[in-house]
């Protein structure tokens, strides 16, 4: 028979906005980075769909 119990747990992310609380410095600063990362994402998301929108326009505008 088969028992996980001894295989390594991961850990699963924390969800945003994660509490702040009981953090040390290097934890913040490590959700500081992921933070700035997610917005990175969202920024050439938002610039990429505003160009799909207005190539859309162009042609049915």
């Known amino acids: 028979m088969f ?3 001894d295989l390594p747990k991961h850990k699963q992310p924390e969800p945003f906005p994660r509490k702040l609380v009981g953090k040390s410095v290097e934890e913040m600063r ?3 980075a992921e933070l700035v990362e997610e917005i990175a994402k969202i ?3 938002i610039e990429s769909r505003g160009k799909v ?3 859309a ?3 049915f505008g």
């Open 3 to 5: 028992i996980d119990d």
């Open 53 to 55: 929108k207005a190539a």
């Open 57 to 59: 326009e162009g042609l």
């Open 43 to 45: 920024d050439a998301e």
């Open 30 to 32: 490590e959700y500081r």
